[in-house]
């Protein structure tokens, strides 16, 4: 069955997240997922904080920009939080925004090599195992995890273009795809994962496609749609975003489902003006819908 989610953008303030996160908890939502965007809310102190405040929704962070991040620190955070909630954070990394990593003097020359290292090393250290490596930006010495997590930890890769596709496929737990992604598109983004899980040998252990959908309701939804797919850069694409009522954001979702979408994160518009009342939304009116056509 597809898996339901929301997002708590970083526009909003970190003093709001508690409140949606407590919606989010109440009406059985199943993740909510936040994003580390440059300079808003850290990633991980978000989610350390949702995930304390909430007993049973899963919390998604994605994406965690590598360069910003010594892969020893991903994976202590990471651990950290897999031990003290356990079977309830889903971390994501990716290359991050490369402007933003420009402002902070964190742009690399290969943001591939990077994201290759940091994944391949943050798996196996959050498995137990002691790394030593010495990689073009990723360099550990005899680095292993104290406190590893005592379960499964996966990790889940940030991905547009056709080579980081393929990598997320080889290289990571799962793959995320942003809004701008049209159900052709997650068609495609499947091929080129499946394509990166073949060449790594990964075999069939299984890989989640999280696709963001951004939706909005009520009677300005279509304008506040429309002017976000403006402000991103790609006008009137179809199937890109949906405004209207239940039915019709859980046809949306359906379709990203048929297309190859594990879990679909419902993505509000930047000014949505009731970020609690877009989580019930989510969780009371669209998921029963969705499973109910499941």
């Known amino acids: ?80 939080l897999h031990r003290m909630f356990p079977g309830r954070a889903v971390l994501g990394v990716g290359h991050g925004v490369q402007d933003w990593m420009g402002q902070v003097g964190a742009r690399v020359e290969s943001p591939l090599t990077l ?23 990723v360099r550990l010495d005899d680095v292993g995890l104290d406190w590893p997590p005592e379960q499964g930890a996966e990790v889940f890769a940030g991905a547009t273009g056709p080579r980081s596709l393929r990598l997320a496929g080889e290289a990571a737990d799962g793959t995320v795809l942003t809004a701008n992604t049209s159900p052709d598109g997650v068609r495609r983004a499947r091929r080129l994962v499946d394509e990166g899980r073949e060449a790594g040998g990964r075999g069939d252990d299984g890989h989640r496609v999280v696709v963001y959908l951004l939706a909005a309701t009520g009677s300005d939804a279509r304008e506040r749609v429309r002017a976000e797919l403006v402000a991103e850069g ?25 297309a190859g979408a594990d879990t679909v994160v ?7 003006p009731d970020p609690e009342g877009f989580v019930r939304f989510a969780a009371e009116r669209v998921r029963p819908l969705v499973e109910a056509r499941a």
């Open 1 to 80: 069955m597809t898996g339901l989610g929301a997002v708590l953008r970083p526009q909003l303030a970190p003093e709001r997240l508690r409140a949606v996160a407590r919606v989010a908890d109440e009406t059985g939502l199943e993740e909510l997922w936040l994003w580390e965007d440059c300079f808003r809310e850290g990633g991980i102190s978000s989610a350390a904080a949702v995930l304390a405040w909430t007993e049973r929704v899963r919390v998604g962070v994605g994406l965690l920009p590598v360069p910003l991040r010594n892969v020893a620190l991903t994976a202590m955070e990471a651990a950290t």
């Open 234 to 258: 790609v006008g009137d694409v179809p199937g890109l975003g949906v405004a209207g009522d239940a039915e019709a954001v859980a046809d949306a979702v359906r379709r990203l489902a048929e």
């Open 266 to 272: 419902l993505q509000p518009t930047g000014d949505e």
């Open 115 to 137: 994201l290759r290292e940091h994944l391949l090393a943050l798996r196996a250290l959050l498995r137990g195992e002691r790394v030593t490596v010495e990689g073009r930006y």
